[in-house]
């Protein structure tokens, strides 16, 4: 067993050589919104700019898009021309993962899911893409609920699943809700093992495992319920996951900086404190041990 310590930072943020390029360190395509939600992508997005990926490309649908390129300039949104994600997108979301992996010479990953909904087409759409992609990729929130009826696609592809207990139970069907937390590191060790994934089963203290290894991140606080938490994490992994750090690595670091950064907000908000203060300190936590 694994405790995730500030180590693991120091394998990832290392200095950066004259004469690198953009896209060197990443180019993150995020998935996600809908008619209704916004700030899930936008959160995920700022998230990986400032764990340090060198781009991030939005698709949603149009509303969402819109309302996300205006919010800050960083921001690049594609904007689909459905309301929700449906399979006629499809084609959409293959052909800018190609340009992405193509421009970025494969330092590519994708994170989707948040915000999305969960209506049949756009499970169904979720699922096709899944089923049909290999790029190293963050399935988070509602992308969850897409894997529902056969998890199964996920087998031996560089995925990350992040559930908190709910989420767990409709990936696995097995909930551990009322489980000691020895033996709901054990059922996440099963569940990673049979699925050949890595699964981040979030909570106070969070639990890594790709079947074979498992890690335990102790950083957070009680006050990260709010939310976009979980999208500024998905954001942070995805962004490591673009540089090339696999996908149990990259899993620790992400958990440990969202965590560290989380501590940081609320010691300066308390009871106030959002999502978009945690990106804010995200930096700090990098640069606390570079």
Same mark, same amino acid.
Not at 3 to 19: A, F, H, S, W
Not at 50 to 61: F, Q
Not at 259 to 284: Q, R, T, Y
């Given at each position: ?5 500030? !180590? ?41 700019? #400032?764990?340090? %990926?060198?781009?991030?490309? *939005? ?34 979301? /293959? ?22 909904? #969960?209506?049949?087409?756009?499970? !169904? ?26 998890? !199964?696609? %996920?087998?031996?592809?560089? /995925? %990350? ?32 093992? #049979?699925?050949?994934?890595? *699964? ?11 079947? !074979? ?13 709010? @939310? ?7 954001? *942070? ?5 673009? #540089? ?27 009871? @106030? ?18």
């Amino acid at each position: 067993m694994i405790e995730v310590t500030k !180590e693991i930072l120091k394998n990832i943020y290392k200095e950066r050589k004259e004469g690198v390029r953009k896209y060197d360190f990443g180019l993150l395509v995020v998935i996600g919104g809908s008619e209704f939600y916004s700030g899930s992508p936008a959160f995920c997005a700022l998230a990986a700019f #400032r764990a340090g %990926v060198d781009m991030v490309r *939005i698709i949603a649908p149009k509303r969402a898009a819109d309302i996300i390129a205006s919010f800050k300039p960083d921001l690049a949104a594609y904007p689909l021309k459905t309301e929700r994600l449906n399979k006629n997108d499809l084609s959409a979301l /293959f052909l800018m993962v190609e340009e992405a992996k193509l421009a970025s010479h494969g330092k590519t990953a994708v994170v989707i899911g948040g915000g999305m909904g #969960r209506s049949e087409e756009t499970k !169904e759409a979720i699922f096709e893409f899944l089923s049909k992609t290999s790029v190293s990729a963050v399935i988070d929130a509602d992308g969850i609920y897409a894997l529902e009826k056969n998890p !199964e696609i %996920v087998f031996g592809k560089p /995925f %990350v699943i992040t559930p908190h207990l709910y989420e767990f139970f409709v990936l696995t069907g097995k909930d551990i809700s009322s489980m000691s937390f020895e033996q709901k590191i054990k059922s996440v060790e099963e569940e990673a093992k #049979r699925l050949n994934t890595t *699964i981040v089963l979030k909570g106070p203290i969070d639990i890594i495992s790709n079947g !074979e290894e498992t890690a335990l991140n102790k950083t957070g606080s009680y006050y990260m319920t709010k @939310g976009g938490m979980g999208d500024t994490l998905a954001g *942070i992994l995805g962004a490591l996951l673009s #540089r090339g750090i696999s996908c149990f690595e990259a899993s620790q670091a992400a958990t440990y900086i969202n965590g560290l950064a989380g501590e940081i907000a609320i010691k300066k908000f308390g009871e @106030g404190v959002m999502a978009s203060d945690l990106i804010e300190a995200i930096p700090e936590v990098i640069n606390l041990y570079k």
